[in-house]
């Protein structure tokens, strides 16, 4: 029996970022302001390894770190492909910057064994840093690229895909193990069909707390104890209207005012 590769895809439950609301005392998103979703950059991500599979054979597993309510995320994801999924919930992982969410998910991939392939999105819309996953191949010892706009081959050896960094586009080869975060442009997220959401809710969700992890990790790096950044104050800057003068005068004295203005400005010298 040919060996199926092991994919792990990481997922986060994020709201609509047009609907959400900001709450700036504590420095954060008010999540229960909008609804929750897939991050878009991770329905790439997850069909992806979709394609994978259905290419060569695999078994994806989605793993999430969030509030309990995530696992309605989890549940789309298998209805999207996915195997099975696991939630990691628990109020020591709350607060966590994108250091000490990658420490949680790396633990969370020791804990479930060994892996080919782990899949992320580029970003988050919530965050917008591109840290964690690149944070997690860190963690595990595993090479990674980012960035990747196509998958051009696979087998269960290694993953051939194009980059781009900067201004230059890269082809590079990765050997398993290893890690890959995917742009929207790498592919087209699939819609799950009735039956496949249907599906998804027959499927359990195994859910892990922090003592789960603790074989593999030292849990006061989790959560906000393990972030060594935080908001300190957010705030909407004043924007500043256009400024206009308005000049009734000759031409002659027009150009001089206008000079004046401009060497007051340094624009002019």
């Given at each position: 029996?040919?060996?199926?590769?092991?994919?792990?895809?990481?997922?986060?439950q994020?709201?609509?970022?047009e609907?959400?609301?900001?709450?700036?005392?504590?420095?954060?998103?008010?999540?229960?302001?909008?609804?929750?979703?897939?991050?878009?950059?991770?329905?790439?991500?997850?069909?992806?390894?979709?394609?994978?599979?259905?290419?060569?054979?695999?078994?994806?597993?989605?793993?999430?770190?969030?509030?309990?309510?995530?696992?309605?995320?989890?549940?789309?994801?298998?209805?999207?492909?996915a195997d099975?999924?696991?939630?990691?919930?628990?109020?020591?992982?709350?607060?966590?910057?994108?250091?000490?969410?990658?420490?949680?998910l790396?633990?969370?991939?020791r804990?479930?064994?060994?892996?080919?392939?782990?899949?992320?999105?580029?970003k988050?819309?919530?965050?917008?840093?591109?840290?964690?996953?690149?944070?997690?191949?860190?963690?595990?010892?595993?090479?990674?690229?980012?960035?990747?706009?196509?998958?051009?081959?696979?087998?269960?050896?290694?993953?051939?895909?194009?980059?781009?960094?900067?201004?230059?586009?890269?082809?590079?080869?990765?050997?398993?193990?290893?890690?890959i975060?995917v742009t929207?442009?790498?592919?087209?997220?699939?819609?799950?069909?009735?039956?496949?959401?249907?599906?998804s809710?027959?499927?359990?969700?195994?859910?892990?707390?922090a003592?789960?992890?603790?074989?593999?990790?030292?849990?006061?790096?989790?959560?906000?104890?393990?972030?060594?950044?935080?908001?300190?104050?957010?705030?909407?800057?004043?924007?500043?209207?256009?400024?206009?003068?308005?000049i009734?005068?000759?031409?002659?004295?027009?150009?001089?005012?206008?000079?004046?203005?401009l060497?007051?400005?340094?624009?002019?010298?």
């Amino acid at each position: 029996m040919s060996k199926k590769l092991s994919i792990v895809v990481l997922i986060k439950q994020v709201p609509e970022i047009e609907k959400v609301r900001f709450d700036y005392e504590t420095g954060r998103l008010d999540r229960s302001s909008a609804t929750a979703v897939i991050n878009p950059f991770d329905l790439n991500a997850l069909e992806a390894g979709v394609e994978i599979k259905e290419k060569i054979g695999g078994v994806i597993t989605a793993l999430s770190m969030g509030p309990e309510k995530a696992e309605e995320s989890l549940r789309d994801a298998v209805a999207r492909g996915a195997d099975q999924a696991v939630l990691l919930t628990d109020a020591r992982f709350a607060g966590a910057d994108t250091l000490a969410t990658s420490y949680t998910l790396a633990s969370a991939i020791r804990t479930l064994g060994t892996f080919d392939l782990i899949i992320c999105g580029e970003k988050t819309i919530d965050g917008d840093t591109a840290q964690v996953g690149p944070e997690v191949a860190e963690l595990l010892g595993t090479p990674h690229v980012a960035f990747v706009e196509q998958i051009r081959d696979i087998d269960k050896e290694r993953i051939i895909v194009k980059t781009k960094v900067g201004r230059r586009y890269h082809i590079i080869e990765l050997k398993f193990p290893g890690l890959i975060t995917v742009t929207k442009d790498v592919n087209t997220p699939r819609l799950p069909t009735l039956r496949d959401k249907l599906r998804s809710r027959k499927i359990p969700v195994t859910t892990w707390r922090a003592d789960n992890l603790s074989g593999v990790a030292q849990t006061e790096f989790f959560g906000l104890s393990g972030s060594p950044t935080w908001v300190a104050r957010v705030y909407s800057p004043l924007g500043e209207k256009r400024r206009g003068q308005i000049i009734k005068s000759t031409p002659e004295e027009a150009v001089k005012i206008i000079m004046d203005v401009l060497k007051n400005l340094n624009i002019l010298r």
